[in-house]
């Protein structure tokens, strides 16, 4: 398989970091991998909306026993495919339908996701069905109390929705 040809369409909502070293998005985005890697030693973990799976990547070399990454773009799947180790699994699937029975992993990692979903609830009753009693979800969203202070539309083209820490509770 060729390596795919990037586009800006194709980074508008993600992060390929060897495109992108050095700068605020590459570290904030990482961040977020390096707090969830604390979490996932020895774990099953599934990585959702994994987009170039930088961050799969980042959770298998961190001691997870078991990580699948999963996203709806094929697009990113290929991407993460052909430039991650061949000890990591990535998978098309929908994150409000999950192909995995109950109980079935430990942690899910899903960060900067939950703002571009239409059922955002679908998707949470998803990470708990597949999680084992005493699993952990790991997520990030973007605060609206914080990025877009009293707007009513989300300050993102891409996102439906911003919540506020006390919604997101």
Same mark, same amino acid.
């Given at each position: 398989?060729?390596? =795919? !040809?990037?586009? #800006? ?21 990482? =961040? #977020? ?11 099953? !973990? ?18 997870? #026993?078991? !990580? ?12 993460? =495919? ?12 929908? !994150? ?32 708990? =069905? ?22 009513? $539309? ?9 919540? $506020? ?5």
């Amino acid at each position: 398989m060729g390596r =795919r !040809v990037i586009t #800006r369409d194709f980074l508008d909502e993600r992060l390929a970091p060897e495109l992108e070293p050095d700068t605020l998005q590459y570290f904030d985005h990482v =961040r #977020r991998y390096l707090v969830a890697q604390m979490y996932v030693q020895g774990k099953i !973990v599934l990585d959702l909306a994994c987009g170039t799976g930088y961050g799969a990547d980042i959770l298998l070399n961190c001691g997870a #026993r078991l !990580v699948v990454g999963g996203d709806l773009s094929m697009d990113a799947l290929e991407y993460a =495919r052909s430039r991650h180790s061949r000890r990591l699994y990535f998978a098309q699937l929908d !994150v409000c339908q999950l192909p995995f029975p109950p109980a079935s992993v430990d942690v899910v990692v899903s960060l900067e996701t939950l703002e571009h979903l239409a059922t955002p609830l679908a998707f949470l009753r998803e990470a708990a =069905r597949v999680l084992r009693p005493g699993g952990q979800l790991i997520l990030s969203t973007p605060n609206r109390a914080v990025v877009s202070p009293g707007s009513a $539309t989300p300050y993102s083209p891409y996102h439906s929705f911003e919540p $506020t820490l006390d919604e997101l509770q």
